[in-house]
């Protein structure tokens, strides 16, 4: 959907500059229009989508010294109809004697978009990556030139040949008696003895 704004300036440079100020807040150029007067004035308002009436009333109105803008808002990003007509009325538009400045179009999808299905086609599970530009959906391992399958030798590990953990898996060196690692055991260093003979009654 589509909002198009469509005011008459007085002064040949205000449409120009209403048009500059919102390209700047991210307005396409392609969405808007700047017209002078001229024979053409009014085709090239109908081209710029401005409805066929209005277009002949906005032309009937221009001069040498006058400009016309148009611009179509879309709905998207929300609030994009609201700002352009806030800045478009800001710079003090003619009045047209136009009923809709601000006339709401709905948008037609064009055939050539709309994919026919085709039972016997080869490619019947396929569609237009782009439509109309002769582009086909394919592999991914296509696009970017991978194999689907690659001859790899198998190897005999899990982990590729490799170790899991680099350390021995023996060790040589010589263990020790004690595992208090040559401390002093708890019995001598409190001097008691580990063992007690106790006569039976």
């Known amino acids: 959907m589509t909002t198009v704004v469509s005011r008459l300036y007085d002064g040949a440079d205000t449409a120009g500059q209403v048009a500059a100020q ?6 396409p150029d392609a969405n808007i229009d700047v017209i002078a007067a001229g024979n053409g004035a009014a085709d090239a308002m109908r081209a710029a989508r401005v409805d066929s009436n209005a277009a002949e009333t906005y032309a009937s109105h221009l001069d040498a010294k006058r400009s016309m803008l148009v611009v179509r808002a879309p709905f998207n990003p929300i609030g994009a109809a609201k700002t352009a007509i ?24 064009s055939k050539r978009y709309f994919l026919s299905v085709l039972t016997d086609h080869p490619r019947y599970f396929s ?25 790899k030798k198998r190897r005999n590990s899990v982990y590729s040949g490799g170790k899991l953990f680099m350390t021995k898996s023996l060790s040589t060196k010589p263990r020790k008696k004690s595992v208090t690692r040559s401390r002093p055991i708890l019995s001598e260093a409190m001097n008691m003895p580990t063992l007690m003979m106790h006569n039976r009654v």
Do not use: C, H
């Open 22 to 27: 919102l390209m700047e807040l991210g307005f």
């Open 86 to 109: 806030e800045i478009a009325d800001a710079a003090g538009p003619v009045d047209a004697g136009v009923a809709n400045e601000n006339a709401y179009v709905t948008e037609t999808p």
């Open 127 to 151: 569609s237009d990556m782009v439509p109309g530009s002769g582009r086909y959906r394919t592999r991914f391992s296509s696009a970017f030139g991978m194999k689907l399958l690659s001859e």
